[in-house]
């Protein structure tokens, strides 16, 4: 094969064994062992991996792991953005530590890649989440122990088909190593989801293309990695539940930079600044949060209300006075966070959102929230993106139910989503060829 390959590979927590699998299929179904291999270490698990390393090193000719220094991790999103920079060549190829590779996988995956192009393998898993288009359901084990190498390896040779793609992205997934570069990477304001969908609509602002390879096949075991063999089960539902509460947090981070729930990526490209000015909030707690989203900022009538509305959002977006931590199901004091932590990620405050008085700004909207009664006022809200720019036009005003809206300056910041700047890392990672 004439063309190297970057793997790059993020671990997760208590995933050591499928981790070893993983390592197992890139010995057995590589055409060549002299692809570079990047492994990045930010987990508990420290010592598990090395271990494995050290056991699978002799394969490999090329082989690194780097090691996070701090005493939490740093977020898969911020370690996928370090491992596409460090990687040595320009074509990098990335791999969740729960899959297995099909044979000639290097091959395949490439047969299509072109600059501008990603390319994405196919996912094969067991029967746990309901079937999709992107992915085929067939169960080959649910722990490493319980996995058949063989009969998977032949299923993927019998439905290989490299002739025929679709328009799909997922992971896992392979690109150049510029069109990752060229946007920033994952914005690391997302800490625990949401960053898919993000990188997705910024890669369809840059008009990359998606295709899904039919010669590419991973078997990914899952969520059975993460939250192990017996995590629908009754007794697991609080985690279940915290789980959910950090994800519907990273929808709201979502929706606010861009505006609206649409499926994603985004079906019509535009973002409006659209303020809000709101009357008698106090007593709307509950549905201030749910609306605060869809509003760049938020004009209340004085600081003691200000105050009182970022500690309520806040608030709601913690856990018991605690801030959820990247890629871990654990949350840590706020403090803590504050005062070593939060300045490694891009953070969406609220302090900023919420203001004192009314501005000149581009658009502004109108409303008393004591009036904000009716499910159809909130839907207008939810879709106010879409209003502005099918229904509005610059320096006019407008009225609907409630609502005043006034139109200075209409103007689509699409744009401004496109490169993410996430904040430099004031440590030394820790890097070492094995």
Not at 20 to 32: A, H, I, P, V
Not at 124 to 132: R, V, Y
Not at 368 to 381: A, G, R, S, T, Y
């Amino acid at each position: 094969m004439n063309k190297r390959i970057s793997f790059i590979i993020n671990t997760t927590s208590n995933e050591a064994e499928y981790f070893d699998l993983l390592f197992e299929s890139l010995n057995r179904n590589l055409t060549t062992k002299e692809h570079e291999i990047i492994v990045f270490v930010d987990n508990n698990d420290n010592n598990k991996i090395t271990k494995i390393l050290n056991k699978w090193k002799s394969k490999f000719s090329d082989l690194n792991v780097i090691y996070n220094p701090l005493n939490i991790p740093i977020g898969y999103q911020r370690n996928i953005n370090i491992l596409v920079e460090k990687a040595k060549y320009n074509i990098v190829s990335y791999l969740q530590s729960d899959m297995y590779i099909c044979k000639n996988y290097d091959v395949n995956v490439v047969k299509h890649l072109v600059p501008g192009v990603i390319i994405s393998g196919i996912r094969i898993e067991p029967p746990l989440h309901p079937e999709s288009d992107d992915k085929i359901i067939k169960n080959f084990g649910l722990i490493p122990s319980e996995f058949n190498f063989n009969e998977f390896e032949d299923f993927c040779e019998t439905i290989k088909d490299c002739e025929i793609t679709n328009n799909f992205w997922s992971i896992p997934f392979t690109l150049y190593k510029d069109d990752w570069l060229s946007i920033g990477g994952h914005d690391t304001a997302f800490r625990r989801s949401s960053e898919d969908a993000d990188i997705l609509n910024r890669w369809t602002l840059k008009n990359i293309k998606f295709i899904q390879s039919k010669c590419a096949y991973v078997y990914h075991f899952s969520c059975v990695s993460s939250r192990g063999k017996e995590w629908f089960k009754k007794e697991n539902v609080s985690r279940r539940l915290r789980q959910e509460k950090a994800q519907n947090i990273e929808l709201r981070r979502l929706i606010y930079k861009w505006g609206e729930i649409k499926g994603y990526p985004k079906r019509n490209i535009y973002k409006y600044n659209i303020s809000a000015s709101i009357k008698n909030i106090t007593d709307n707690y509950n549905l201030l949060y749910d609306i605060s989203i869809f509003f760049n900022k938020i004009y209340v009538e004085n600081e003691d209300i200000k105050t009182d509305i970022v500690k309520m959002l806040e608030s709601r977006d913690e856990e018991d006075g605690k801030i959820f931590i990247p890629g871990e199901m654990i949350s840590i004091d706020k403090k803590i966070w504050e005062d070593k932590y939060k300045k490694y990620f891009r953070n969406i405050e609220y302090f900023d959102i919420i203001q004192v008085g009314k501005n000149n700004d581009e658009i502004i909207i109108e409303f008393d929230m004591n009036n904000l009664k009716k499910k159809e006022q909130v839907n207008f809200i939810q879709q106010i993106n879409d209003i502005i720019h099918h229904s509005t036009e610059n320096n006019s005003d407008y009225e609907y139910d409630i609502f005043k809206i006034k139109v200075k300056s209409k103007i689509n910041h699409i744009m401004d989503n496109l490169i993410v700047k996430n904040p430099p890392l004031d440590f030394e990672l820790i890097k070492e060829k094995l």
